[in-house]
């Protein structure tokens, strides 16, 4: 039982590229999310999903697409990078939406030149 | 006030001391809170729901004021293993769900041999 597996672990891009950060999770788990983190600041809630084909947005979406076509999987998109989202994400379930325990991903550092 | 506020540290403490620290929060209609660890560059882990009776999980007692609106985290008998950050976690609303939850700043602790 892996719970919650991000990839990659280190990214490096340069402004206007584009990429997706990987989330996988093996508990059947019907709520997953994103979070970054960045210095000084709490975890913020960028999208989330309460289960297959559904997704919504969070406390700071722009920049980021999302979709959930399975239960396991929830990939982050970053449609074209800035500087401002350098930071650290974090890929979060729980097994369902009024549950608020969260199991986290390991973290992907995303640095944006 | 700011929506969750934790006094960010760092708490140094020799081993085999006690420690504790609050958590305060601005909405009276919050319903649910938490405490997650994160060790350096480490995702958050679940240590423990606080409950309104406030509960016990070994060395780690966690505490809820509803008047004074602050959440608290007492560390019996320190480990050098407890040192990271501990993360107030609050939801939003009485409504429930996983995407209603604000995440404090967190509290860094040292424990020193």
């Known amino acids: 039982n892996a719970g919650v597996t991000q990839t990659p672990k280190f990214q490096v891009l340069k402004t206007g590229q584009s990429m997706t950060l990987q989330c996988a999770q093996d508990?059947?788990?019907?709520?997953m999310s994103w979070y970054r983190q960045d210095p000084g600041m709490g975890l913020r809630l960028i999208h989330y999903?309460?289960?297959?084909?559904?997704?919504d947005q969070g406390e700071v979406p722009n920049g980021y697409n999302v979709s959930r076509s399975t239960t396991e999987d929830f990939p982050l998109r970053l449609l074209s990078a800035a500087p401002s989202q350098t930071s650290v994400y974090f890929c979060?379930?729980?097994?369902?939406?009024?549950?608020?325990?969260?199991?986290f991903g390991s973290g992907t550092q995303l640095s944006v030149l | 006030r700011k929506e969750v506020e934790q006094d960010p540290g760092p708490f140094n403490v020799p081993e085999g001391a006690t420690v504790a620290f609050n958590c305060t929060y601005s909405?009276?209609?919050?319903?649910?809170f938490f405490w997650y660890r994160q060790d350096c560059r480490k995702e958050p882990k679940l240590l423990m729901s606080?409950?309104?009776s406030g509960n016990e999980d070994g060395r780690f007692t966690a505490q809820l004021n509803r008047a004074s609106q602050y959440i608290s985290l007492l560390i019996r008998d320190s480990k050098l293993s407890d040192s990271a950050t501990y993360l107030c976690?609050?939801?939003?609303?009485?409504?429930?769900?996983?995407?209603?939850?604000?995440f404090g700043k967190g509290t860094h602790l040292i424990i020193q041999p």
């Open positions: 979060a379930s729980s097994p369902r939406w009024g549950n608020e325990k969260l199991f």
């Open positions: 508990m059947n788990h019907e709520y």
């Open positions: 999903s309460v289960g297959a084909g559904i997704t």
């Open positions: 909405n009276s209609a919050s319903q649910s």
């Open positions: 606080v409950y309104s």
């Open positions: 976690v609050v939801s939003r609303d009485s409504g429930g769900g996983a995407d209603g939850l604000t």
